[in-house]
């Protein structure tokens, strides 16, 4: 596994920043851009388990809710790599990883940072398609109306 880092200012407060990246229709929008079809499936709960799955594929990963303080900071421990909507397991390829999104806020900008762990010959891909889905997140958040 490799850490990568990527973050973005964003001109919207960090609560609507929160709801950008965890409400079901905008994570499904920002979400595609990583994995096509990918959504997220449980309960943001501090301690419980949710599935980032992709529809198309039915591949994902479920992962612990290690860390939760809502509108600052999540961190997911990558529990099981699944396959078939999270009915089977899979090879490991994310199992171990984490996963965090940071936002601080000052003077109505929000500076978001996600952090992940990913499989190294995935770095390529990642390298690419975070950073726009970054700047879908920042789109969703600072539109009007949202």
Request: proline share 4%; aromatic share 4%.
């Given at each position: 596994m490799k850490t990568i880092v990527f973050s973005i200012h964003i001109s919207a407060s960090k609560e609507r920043v929160w709801r950008v990246l965890w409400d079901d229709e905008s994570f499904r929008d920002w979400g595609d851009l990583i994995d096509e079809g990918m959504y997220m499936r449980g309960a943001l709960v501090e301690g419980s388990t949710v599935e980032f799955m992709s529809s198309v594929n039915g591949y994902?990963?479920?992962?612990l809710v290690k860390t939760l303080r809502p509108n600052d900071y999540v961190l997911f421990s990558h529990a099981a790599d699944t396959q078939e909507s999270g009915q089977l397991t899979r090879e490991d390829e994310w199992t171990g990883g984490q996963e965090s999104y940071s936002l601080k806020e000052q003077d109505g900008m929000t500076h978001l940072e996600i952090q992940t762990d990913i499989p190294?010959?995935?770095?390529?891909?990642?390298?690419?398609?975070?950073?726009?889905?970054?700047?879908?997140?920042?789109y969703l958040a600072e539109r009007e109306g949202a």
């Open positions: 994902g990963v479920t992962s190294e010959e995935k770095e390529e891909t990642f390298e690419v398609r975070l950073p726009k889905a970054l700047e879908r997140i920042k």
